[in-house]
């Protein structure tokens, strides 16, 4: 599928973004592909934002409750809200969740930038044997997500959503629990 862009003519970056992958039928291969494909796009857009003069920290996956401080009596620093959980201690919802929609994850992460796209070698494996196991029909198990303002974090699934990114999916299934930050409760995290 192509896009065309005003005036009948093809632009750079709609070719980029709607054409279609070719696959060869060999789901580890594919797989492979997805990967290379994904950790391309991170290294694109790392080397853009430092082109454009952004810092590297914009392009980092945000964690839930964390709040970057510029001044103050020990400096600058990192703090970390603490969360809890909203209602009783039931079962969570589940539910399909735009993928659009989350915006972190629960606990840091160097592997994957602020897309879910790996940021290097280190994730290769899970995201190959989980990206081959949906190619070769058998699907994906639900990610665990806390819901807080209206966002979604990761609690459990960065890979599986990394993986539905790159297989251009919208939508994940997904096991979720509403959190609200406690402000009043906070502590230092080492950076």
């Not at 430092?50 to 964390?66: I, Q, Y």
């Not at 919802?93 to 879910?116: K, M, N, S």
């Not at 940021?119 to 989980?130: C, G, K, L, M, Q």
């Not at 665990?144 to 919208?170: S, T």
Request: charged residues 25%; glycine residues 10%; aromatic residues 8%.
């Amino acid at each position: 599928m192509i896009t065309y862009a005003r005036h009948g003519k093809l632009s750079g970056v709609a070719r980029m973004r709607t054409v279609e992958h070719r696959r060869t039928g060999l789901v580890h291969q594919d797989a492979r592909d997805d990967f290379d494909r994904a950790r391309r796009r991170a290294s694109w857009a790392k080397l853009a934002g430092w082109l454009h003069g952004h810092p590297s920290s914009r392009n980092r996956l945000a964690v839930l409750g964390e709040v970057t401080t510029l001044t103050g009596a020990l400096g600058p620093g990192v703090w970390r809200l603490e969360y809890e959980r909203v209602g009783h201690l039931g079962p969570t919802a589940e539910a399909l969740v735009p993928i659009d929609q989350i915006v972190g994850t629960v606990e840091p992460t160097r592997f994957f930038d602020r897309h879910f796209r790996p940021t290097s070698e280190v994730p290769r494996t899970r995201f190959e044997r989980i990206a081959a196991e949906i190619l070769s029909g058998r699907g994906m198990d639900p990610v665990d997500l806390y819901r807080c303002g209206g966002q979604y974090y990761v609690l459990d699934g960065r890979h599986r959503i990394a993986v539905a990114r790159a297989l251009g999916e919208r939508w994940v299934l997904a096991n979720i629990t509403d959190v609200r930050l406690n402000p009043r409760v906070c502590r230092m995290s080492a950076k």
